[in-house]
C-alpha cells in the first residue's frame, strides 16, 4: 500500500473518530450561570466589582451557589495547617447557617466556598455534597489561585479559583479527564495510525542521509590517512609504557578498518528508496560511528609516534594532550571568582585549588621544558600530565564535598547536591591517556559548572516542592463536621 494510500485511508479514519469525540464533547458544555454570589471579605482585600463581574460570565454544569471568604489567621495561621478550614466552618456556624446542611454536619448543597488567609498563606475549597469534587480535582482549584495570590493579586487569584471549580464540579463524562482521555486517546491512535508511518519514514531518512553522509566524510579522512596511519604505528617505540598500549589499540585500528570497508560498502549498496528502514537507520548509523572513532584514532595515533619518539612534530602533539587540561587551570580563577554564586566563593576547599591551579600550570611548562632538554622522558611526561588531571579533578571534589555542606540546609540536600556534582565526569577525549585507558575519567570546569548548576537547581525545586505543603482536610474544631473541602499553602 502506498504511502498516499495509507494517508488517504487514515485521513477518513481519523475525522471520523475525532469528529465524534469533539461532537460529543461541544455537547456538555456548560451552561448554568451561578446562583448567587456571597462576598465575605472580612480580610478586606477583594475588589468586589472585578469579582462580581467574573463570575457573571462563569458557566457551571449545575447551578451553584458560588461563596466567597476572607479572613486574616495572623503568625498562628503560619503554623497550623487546619486554621482556615477551621475559620471557615466557625464562621458559617456564627454567620451563614445557610453554607451549612439540615444537620449542620456537612455543606449545604449547590454550594462551593473559595476562601484565602492572606496572613496564613492559605487557600481553601469547600463544598456541598453534590457539588464535591475528588482530592486531585481540590489541588488543582487550588493551584489556579496560587501564582496570583503570591503576588498579592487576590481578586485575580479568587477569579481564577472558581473559573476552575466551574469547569471540575458536576462534569460530565465526556468532558471529564477520563472522558477527555478516552476521546482524546481514540483520536491519538488513529492519528498515529495515518501519520506514524509517515513521520517515521521521513525521521528514518533523513537519520540514514545525515548519517550516510557524515559516515563518508570521516571514511574518506581514514582512507586518505591509513597508509600513513600504518608509518606512524610502526614508529611507535613498543617498549614505552603508552607506545605499547597504543600498538593495542592500532590492532583494533586495523580490524576496524575492514569493519568500515565493509560497512562502507553495504551503506553505499543501499537505495535510497529504502532510506527509511529501521535497520537502514542502524546500518548508517554504526558506519557513521565506526568512521568518526577511527578518524579520530589515527590522529591519535600520529600524535603518539610524533611526541614519544619527539621528531619534529611533538610540540604540536604535546599541546593537544595538554590543551584541555592548561584550559581547566586557567578556568580555576574566573571559577572560584566569578562563576560560583558568592555564598560558596571562600570556601576551605577553593584555595588549595587556586594553589594546585598555579602550581598545576608551572608543572606543564616544566614538562614542556624538559621534553625539549631531554631531561624528561615522553611517558614520564604523560604520567605528570595524568597526575596534574587527577590531581585537579580531586581538589575540584573537594570543593564539591565544601559546597553540598554549605548549599544543602540538611543531609539529603547534601546529598542531593552531592550526587549531581560528582555524576558529571568526563571519560573521553582525543588524547594518548584517553585513548590508552578508556576506565579514566575526570572533573572539567566544564563538567564542574553542570554539575554545580543540576544540583542547585535540584534542591531549590525540592524546596519549592516541600514549601508547598500538601492539602490538609478536616476541621481540627469541628467535632464531628465532615463536609467536603482542603486547603493548601501558597
Excluded: C
Amino acid at each position: 500500500m502506498s504511502i498516499r494510500q495509507r494517508a488517504l485511508i487514515g485521513g477518513v479514519a481519523s475525522l471520523g473518530v475525532v469528529g465524534t469525540s469533539i461532537a460529543l464533547f461541544a455537547s456538555q458544555a456548560p451552561g448554568d450561570p451561578a446562583t448567587e454570589l456571597q462576598i465575605e471579605d472580612t480580610a478586606e482585600v477583594l475588589y468586589a466589582p472585578d469579582l462580581e463581574a467574573a463570575v457573571a460570565d462563569l458557566q457551571f454544569y449545575e447551578p451553584t451557589t458560588v461563596a466567597v471568604f476572607t479572613h486574616r489567621g495572623g503568625s498562628e495561621a503560619l503554623t497550623d495547617d487546619y486554621a482556615l478550614n477551621n475559620a471557615v466552618l466557625e464562621f458559617a456556624q456564627d454567620s451563614r447557617p445557610d453554607w451549612l446542611s439540615d444537620n449542620e454536619q456537612k455543606w449545604a448543597d449547590d454550594l462551593f466556598i473559595m476562601a484565602v488567609d492572606p496572613e496564613g498563606r492559605l487557600v481553601g475549597t469547600y463544598f456541598g455534597e453534590n457539588r464535591k469534587v475528588s482530592q486531585g480535582d481540590q489541588d488543582n482549584i487550588q493551584d489556579a489561585a496560587k501564582d496570583d495570590y503570591r503576588a498579592g493579586r487576590w481578586t485575580e487569584g479568587t477569579i481564577a479559583g472558581i473559573e476552575d471549580a466551574a469547569g471540575q464540579m458536576n462534569q460530565p463524562v465526556a468532558r471529564s479527564g477520563v472522558g477527555i482521555g478516552v476521546g482524546a486517546g481514540a483520536s491519538l491512535l488513529t492519528l498515529a495510525g495515518a501519520g506514524g508511518y509517515l513521520w517515521a519514514g521521513v525521521s528514518r531518512r533523513d537519520k540514514s542521509k545525515e548519517a550516510r553522509a557524515v559516515g563518508d566524510r570521516a571514511m574518506a579522512n581514514v582512507v586518505r590517512d591509513y597508509d600513513e596511519t600504518q608509518i606512524h604505528a610502526n614508529l611507535i617505540p613498543e617498549q614505552s609504557r603508552y607506545g605499547g598500549a597504543m600498538l593495542g589499540r592500532y590492532e583494533e585500528y586495523t580490524a576496524q578498518f575492514r569493519e568500515l570497508t565493509e560497512l562502507g560498502n553495504e551503506a553505499k549498496g543501499i537505495p535510497e528508496s529504502d532510506y527509511d528502514n529501521a535497520d537502514t537507520v542502524s546500518t548508517m548509523t554504526k558506519y557513521r560511528e565506526t568512521a568518526e572513532s577511527l578518524d579520530t584514532l589515527d590522529d591519535v595515533i600520529a600524535d603518539t609516534a610524533a611526541l614519544l619518539n619527539l621528531d619534529r612534530a611533538w610540540p604540536q602533539a604535546w599541546e593537544r594532550q595538554v590543551a584541555t587540561l592548561r584550559a581547566d587551570l586557567e578556568g580555576v580563577e574566573p571559577l572560584l571568582s566569578s562563576t560560583l554564586d558568592e555564598e560558596v566563593r571562600g570556601l576551605a576547599a577553593a584555595q588549595p585549588l587556586r594553589e594546585f591551579a598555579s602550581a598545576g600550570l608551572a608543572e606543564l611548562d616544566r614538562l614542556h621544558g624538559g621534553l625539549e632538554s631531554g631531561e624528561v622522558s615522553p611517558d614520564d611526561a604523560l604520567d605528570a600530565v595524568r597526575e596534574v588531571r587527577d590531581g585537579l579533578s580531586g581538589h575540584l571534589d573537594s570543593l564539591a564535598g565544601d559546597i553540598a555542606r554549605q548549599v544543602g540546609e540538611d543531609e539529603d540536600e547534601q546529598q542531593m547536591m552531592e550526587s549531581a556534582m560528582h555524576r558529571e565526569r568526563v571519560k573521553r577525549e582525543p588524547t594518548i591517556l584517553s585513548t590508552t585507558d578508556h576506565t579514566w575519567t575526570w572533573i572539567t570546569i566544564n563538567s564542574f559548572n553542570t554539575g554545580y548548576s543540576n544540583g542547585t537547581q535540584e534542591v531549590q525545586s525540592s524546596r519549592q516542592a516541600a514549601s508547598s505543603s500538601g492539602s490538609t482536610s478536616g476541621y481540627s474544631s469541628g467535632g464531628s463536621f465532615s463536609g467536603a473541602g482542603s486547603s493548601s499553602r501558597f
